[in-house]
């Protein structure tokens, strides 16, 4: 049996997916950063691509091992602020 906390961590990660997705449509910086990193991706491969196959491969896993680490601290940011959201309902008795 699915523990309540498991399902509770998916059901919020899904609300984070649609909260995600408005922020992108919204989000005039994100999508300046975003057209940043699409026109330069050409060149920051080139530039990849001219290192040694050993540092190539790190560069690539350690900007990954970034990207992954600040998702999953922006899943865990929300997720606490949802508790805390339900905590405070609960607290001026709306729920």
Known sequence: MVDITEKF????VKMLD?????????????QELDCYLDNN??????IINS????DGKFVKEYITKQSDKLTCANQC???ASYKDCIRLL???GVI
């Open 9 to 12: 961590n998916y059901f919020a």
């Open 51 to 54: 290192l040694n196959e050993q």
């Open 90 to 92: 609960k607290l001026l």
């Open 18 to 30: 649609a909260t995600y997705r408005d922020f992108i449509n919204t989000d005039v910086e994100y």
């Open 41 to 46: 991706k050409h060149r920051f491969e080139t």
């Open 77 to 79: 940011l929300y997720i």
